[in-house]
T-cell receptor, first 113, second 112 residues
Framework: LAKTTQPISMDSYEGQEVNITCSHN???????ITWYQQFPSQGPRFIIQ???TKVTNEVASLFIPADRKSSTLSLPRVSLSDTAVYYC??????????????FGQGTTLQVKP | ETGVTQSPTHLIKTRGQQVTLRCSSQ?????VSWYQQALGQGPQFIFQ???????GRGNFPPRFSGLQFPNYSSELNVNALELDDSALYLC???????????FGPGTRLLVL
């Protein structure tokens, strides 16, 4: 599975938009990009998944450039409750493949009042 | 909420003992994966079960074993517990082997 690189930590203030960028230079053709959010002592929560261009749901947006070597998770108008660790993962999320997720260190987002 | 449940929520064992952790998958999911998360680290893949058979294993010794039942619930067994086994153990279920995984709340294991 492709290795990912993301900032160790980020700070923001309530109401701001937060963009977390993840680098995955060795992404394979059949790899998808998935982001999880994790609060202390809880299981990771699926946020969003995409393959190319832009994906949006009720929680976040995911921007993927044409070369797919990076992706940006965008959280609109963050609140204190968005303080968490955010993980970027890439992998062949398709039937027939072992779903071994490789988590890095993640990005610790601290939202301040 | 994902619909994935785990029991117990917390557990304290002593070195050398054995432990069994349980996971109920989300309705409609036939695949369960187990992860170990040490404090301050990202989750590490232990193994995955698909339709009652092990389907992929991470870099964990044989004393980590598992089972999946016909209803797709699963157990993680750890024998001869070591202090370093203290961690949050996470279970994730999915609709298939490579599909999006949804995690349960985890079981916090402390080995003394």
């Amino acid at each position: 599975l492709a290795k990912t690189t993301q900032p160790i930590s980020m700070d923001s203030y309530e109401g701001q938009e937060v963009n977390i960028t993840c680098s995955h230079n060795n992404i394979a053709t059949n790899d998808y990009i998935t982001w999880y959010q994790q609060f202390p002592s809880q299981g990771p929560r699926f946020i969003i998944q995409g393959y190319k261009t832009k994906v949006t749901n009720e929680v976040a947006s995911l921007f993927i450039p044409a070369d797919r070597k990076s992706s940006t998770l965008s959280l609109p108008r963050v609140s204190l409750s968005d303080t968490a660790v955010y993980y970027c993962l890439v992998g062949p999320f398709s039937s027939g493949n072992t779903g071994k997720l490789i988590f890095g260190q993640g990005t610790t987002l601290q939202v301040k009042p | 909420e994902t619909g994935v449940t785990q029991s117990p929520t917390h557990l304290i064992k002593t070195r050398g003992q054995q432990v069994t952790l349980r996971c109920s998958s989300q309705s409609g999911h036939n695949t369960v994966s187990w992860y170990q998360q040490a404090l301050g680290q990202g989750p590490q893949f232990i193994f995955q079960y698909y339709r009652e058979e092990e389907n992929g294993r991470g870099n964990f010794p044989p004393r980590f074993s598992g089972l999946q039942f016909p209803n797709y619930s699963s157990e993680l067994n750890v024998n001869a517990l070591e202090l370093d086994d203290s961690a949050l153990y996470l279970c994730a279920s999915s609709q298939g082997q490579g599909e999006t995984q949804y995690f349960g709340p985890g079981t916090r294991l402390l080995v003394l």
